[in-house]
T-cell receptor, first 115, second 105 residues
Framework: GAVVSQHPSWVICKSGTSVKIECRSL??????MFWYRQFPKQSLMLMAT?????????EQGVEKDKFLINHASLTLSTLTVTSAHPEDSSFYIC???????????FGPGTRLTVL | GQQVMQIPQYQHVQEGEDFTTYCNSS?????IQWYKQRPGGHPVFLIQ?????EVKKQKRLTFQFGEAKKNSSLHITATQTTDVGTYFC?????FGAGTRLTVKP
């Protein structure tokens, strides 16, 4: 399968700061990247879908000004959690999709803790 | 909006017993995918089903897609301890809640 990396793997920050998470597809060009958040022992909640070179499509209830997504190239997407608060603490996972198949390849995830 | 329901939430079996998890959608799906997430890990793609009534097998795993393309199941025959993890279905990008499988040796 394809390899997807995420950086950082974990981050602890103070309330009010912004945190940027990178998602990279290492061995293929991902036309579409997805961002999820997962609370402990719960399922993955799709936050947004991003296509290279265009604005991200956010799911209902996800604030686009709060969670900024940039998909600058076919191998890199970033998620910035702006003015993070303790309720934003979660596990954020990205996934990448190949163009001709809907299979998703997941990154290892980033655990965000906001104090 | 579209909902994907998955049951059961938990399943504990004795090694060698069979296991099944079910997914149901409120709307017709274009495809359904199954993923496995080991404790502490990230979801790993298992399979995708796209055709009505489709059945696919991977060794001891059997995947089915309903005729109406609204439900799906994953069946594991003779579970092993390596099968431990949470199994998620995803219908058109919407994930079910997952079924956490534990296996007693």
């Amino acid at each position: 399968g394809a390899v997807v990396s995420q950086h950082p793997s974990w981050v602890i920050c103070k309330s009010g700061t912004s945190v940027k998470i990178e998602c990279r597809s290492l061995d293929f060009q991902a036309t579409t990247m997805f961002w999820y958040r997962q609370f402990p022992k719960q399922s993955l909640m799709l936050m947004a879908t991003s296509n290279e070179g265009s604005k991200a499509t956010y799911e209902q209830g996800v604030e686009k000004d709060k969670f900024l997504i940039n998909h600058a190239s076919l191998t890199l997407s970033t998620l910035t959690v702006t003015s993070a608060h303790p309720e934003d603490s979660s596990f954020y996972i990205c996934s990448c999709g190949k163009s001709s198949y809907n299979e998703q390849f997941f990154g290892p995830g980033t655990r965000l803790t906001v104090l | 909006g579209q909902q994907v329901m998955q049951i059961p939430q938990y399943q504990h079996v004795q090694e060698g017993e069979d296991f099944t998890t079910y997914c149901n959608s409120s709307t017709t799906l274009s495809n359904i995918q199954w993923y496995k997430q080991r404790p502490g890990g990230h979801p790993v793609f298992l399979i995708q089903l796209v055709k009505s009534g489709e059945v696919k097998k991977q060794k001891r795993l059997t995947f089915q897609f309903g005729e109406a393309k609204k439900n799906s199941s994953l069946h594991i025959t003779a579970t092993q301890t390596t099968d431990v993890g949470t199994y998620f279905c995803a219908g058109d990008m919407r994930f079910g809640a997952g079924t956490r499988l534990t296996v007693k040796p």
